[in-house]
Structure formats: structure tokens, C-alpha cells
């Protein structure tokens, strides 16, 4: 499931990473494990402490794009990280605008990317949607 030593990688920024209030922490492992339930995934990480640690996922049968969500633990601040949870913008669907529309920002094309900043139940479980849906669109 995890491309090269990915796993190892992200368990080290787990294991040092102190959650606080916000339960940015805690969200990250619930998309993370969202996604690992999922078939036909690889998940690969890229850590780039001080600007943010990526958890990127591909489905096995996208053939014409790298990946299908790229979820950012932004990191400028480490004791106050947050996440940034993009997808190409065709590939989902955002019914309540939740979502901000960044052109080209997904390795060059338009992106739909969710910020979670707080501890919020409601927008954890509109992001999790999201991930089934980008999912179900890279099939």
C-alpha cells in the first residue's frame, strides 16, 4: 500500500507530532485510515518539515494523473499545524461550497482544496465524502 519507506516516514511525524485542541492530529489519522480501507490504493508521503508533510494517494487504475488527493499537514508553525486536503476539482463533488477553488493548484491543474484548522466533527465527515468521491471518480 505505501510506496518505498512512506510508512516509515509517516509514523515518525506521527510519533513526534503532539495533537493539541484543534485535533488536527487526530483528523489526519482518520483520512489517512479512510483512505487505507480503500482497494487498489498507494499512499506515498513527502515530508518537508517547516512547510508541510503530504500524504498523496493513487489509484491503481488512474493511468493520466499522479494522484487523486493530496492531504497537506501544513507545518509552518509546528506547534499549530493544520490541513489542507486537495483534489483535482472534476474529480469531487462540493454541494455546499465548503471548498476553496485554487486554479492550477494540484500539480498544474484546478483544485478544490478543504482547510480544517479546528476540531469540527461536521467538516471532518464532509471531507471524508469527498475522499469517497474522489476515489470513486479515479476507478
Known amino acids: ?10 509514523n515518525a511525524l506521527l510519533d513526534q507530532w503532539q495533537d493539541t485542541e484543534t485535533r488536527t492530529r487526530a483528523a489526519f489519522i482518520e483520512f489517512r485510515d479512510h483512505l487505507a480501507a480503500m482497494d487498489g490504493l498507494a ?3 513527502k515530508g518537508r518539515p517547516g ?6 494517494a493513487t489509484h491503481a487504475n488512474q493511468t493520466s494523473r499522479a494522484l487523486f488527493v493530496l492531504v497537506d499537514v501544513v ?3 509546528p ?3 493544520w490541513l489542507s486536503v486537495c483534489f483535482y476539482a472534476d474529480m469531487i463533488q462540493d454541494p455546499e461550497e465548503l471548498g476553496d477553488w ?3 493548484g494540484l500539480l498544474g491543474e484546478d483544485a478544490c482544496c ?5 476540531d469540527d466533527a461536521d467538516m471532518r465527515a464532509y471531507i471524508k465524502a469527498r ?3 474522489a476515489y470513486a471518480s479515479a476507478q
Open 114 to 118: 478543504f482547510n480544517l484548522e479546528e
Open 102 to 104: 485554487v486554479p492550477g
Open 131 to 133: 475522499l469517497s468521491d
Open 75 to 77: 507545518d509552518d508553525d
Open 1 to 10: 500500500m505505501y510506496a518505498d519507506n512512506a510508512e516509515q516516514e509517516l
Open 43 to 45: 499512499l506515498s508521503f
Open 79 to 81: 506547534s499549530e499545524r
Open 51 to 56: 512547510v508541510s508533510f503530504s500524504l498523496r
